[in-house]
């Protein structure tokens, strides 16, 4: 390993930005199609890993939700999210805030229940082998009514106090965040936190909209704001933490090549940027590569890295003593 390798992997960090349903690999999809009887339109692990070449959001979609039709048990759900715990933890994530798409799996029959007793027992698990600590994001998909989200809202209620956040993703450009106003005002009522993808393809005005009209407390990507210098000034200003997932960004031709990458340039914007792994499976690489790449793409220093494993902790959903308390240790860790 590499210095710089060494010392990201040792970084203590939060991940902020995670689909769950993007963190199975190639062979759990191979494992749980045999499991549950399912048929998949691959061979090979190998054949599965060449069809992730993708040109664009949509592109990826499409091959995402149909690898999600594997996961039907509550042992599924346990499983995938406990081989995502014990890779983030060697990656030296000691925090993260995972999305999940309930739609993706109620719409296929899969009760609510499943999916979500699944997760929390692997989140209890991660605890207690890794020490890691997760709370939960329920992703509504934007490319669905949002009586469909106010539905899913609904079947949540039994569990609302197990999950922290609402959260909004899926096919952004043609689905502002203006059509999900009224869902993510109900959200808030019931004490939930907010984040929204925003600006990944769409447009700065959908950045707007989100802040405005759904009032996040953080925005997932943003890249596109940096089109929009009184939006880069507001964001810098409110101390928004925007969760970037360069690698995501590569394998999806939000940026042409990493050495393209804003990161950088968000940090001397002012932003509050953090690094994440979107969906780890389907892009090449969990939070360490992703921080690795990005570093070397773009001649990031060991503070800029600490900046953004702070900012992870301090975008983060947890309560101040206990980002106080990682914060504490981060500081150690860079002062060697
Ligand atoms: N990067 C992404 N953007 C929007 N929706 C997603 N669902 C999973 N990954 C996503
Ligand atoms: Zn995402």
């Known amino acids: 390993m590499t210095d710089l390798a060494q010392f990201i992997a040792g970084l203590p960090k939060a991940e902020l930005h995670l689909h769950i349903e993007g963190s199975l690999e190639p062979e759990l999809m191979f ?16 054949e599965v890993r060449a069809a992730y070449d993708f040109s664009n959001l949509q592109d990826f979609l499409d091959i995402y939700y149909a690898g ?10 346990h499983d995938l999210a406990m081989a995502y715990f014990t890779r983030a933890a060697a990656d030296g994530v000691v925090h993260a805030e995972i999305m999940f798409d309930p739609q993706t799996h109620t719409d296929r029959g899969i009760p609510f229940a499943e999916v979500i007793e699944g997760l929390l027992s692997a989140m209890a698990a991660a605890e207690a082998e890794f020490g890691l600590t997760s709370q939960l994001i329920l992703s509504f998909l934007r490319h669905l009514p949002e009586e469909a989200a106010f539905a899913t809202l609904k079947m949540a209620e039994p569990w609302l106090g197990r999950i922290t956040a609402v959260g909004l993703d899926s096919s ?39 802040l405005d009209l759904l009032g996040v407390d953080r925005i997932d990507h943003g890249n596109r704001a940096l089109e929009d210098e009184a939006l880069v000034a507001r964001l810098a200003a409110e101390g928004m933490t925007l969760t970037v997932c360069p690698l995501s960004n590569l394998k999806l031709c939000v940026v042409k090549d990493l050495a393209d990458h804003p990161l950088d340039r968000m940090l001397a914007e002012g932003l509050k940027a953090t690094v994440n792994s979107d969906d780890p499976a389907y892009f090449g690489g969990y939070v360490a590569d992703n921080y690795r790449a990005v570093a070397e793409a773009r001649g990031l220093s060991r503070d800029d890295l600490v900046t953004l494993a702070r900012n ?9 003593e206990m980002v106080a308390r990682h914060v504490e240790r981060l500081e150690a860790y860079a002062a060697g």
């Open 31 to 46: 494992a749980l199609a045999q499991r549950n009887n399912v048929a998949i339109p691959y061979a090979s692990v190998e």
């Open 312 to 320: 992870s902790f301090t975008g983060s959903f947890l309560p101040q």
């Open 172 to 210: 952004e450009v043609g689905h502002p965040p203006a059509k999900f106003a009224r869902v993510f005002a109900a959200a808030r009522e019931k004490g939930l936190k907010i984040t929204a993808h925003a600006g990944e393809e769409g447009p700065p005005a959908y950045v707007h909209e989100a």
């Open 68 to 77: 999600a039709d594997v996961l039907r048990t509550r042992a599924d759900f």
